[in-house]
């Protein structure tokens, strides 16, 4: 029997099977939005700053804390949580729609929109939400405020035949490694 909170290994499967895919979609579109939004913010507004990479620092790092802050919390079971992670999504936005109609009006402040709204969606998507529940319900079973979880229940579904989500990320992760090893040995 797992301690009180704490899911099985079975369960821990379906429970990543199940939501993986769309946090981690939500998290990948959060970073790329808010990076390629700090380089529009730079390239638009910050251009004939002197100390502008002061600014721009000082940018990034604040949404990086707000998004590694938030992220940490919603997955502890914060409902605020994805209240420090949306400025993420939203400030790209914001900063594209400002530039409408200037000179710096191009493709690439159509895909920072696309990106944040894509990202404002999922994250507003009904697996993310019932995600973001039931991270809610494990930390209040860990609390000792619910019941725990019977071992041989199953709320987000039976546990999945392939792991395919996990060998993917596996695949991925050594792929990156690889590259990262490549680039050390090269120079």
Known sequence: MPPTGRLTPDQHEAFMTRYAPTF??????????????????????????????????????????????????????????????????????????????????????????????LGLLVV?????RAMRQRLVELRLQRAGVLPPSRVDDYPDGPPPKKPWFSIAVLVLGVVVLIGKVYLLVAR
């Open 124 to 128: 507003n998507s009904k697996r993310h």
């Open 24 to 117: 981690a979609l939500g998290t990948l579109l959060c970073m790329v939005a808010a990076g390629s939004g700090i380089g529009l913010w730079d390239s638009s507004y910050l251009h004939n700053l002197p100390d502008r990479g002061a600014y721009l620092l000082t940018g990034a790092l604040t949404l990086l804390m707000l998004f590694c802050a938030g992220q940490f919390a919603m997955i502890r079971g914060f409902r605020w949580g994805l209240w420090l992670v949306s400025p993420c999504l939203v400030g790209p936005a914001l900063t594209a729609i400002s530039v409408f109609g200037t000179r710096h009006a191009g493709p690439l402040q159509y895909v920072i929109l696309t990106l944040s709204l």
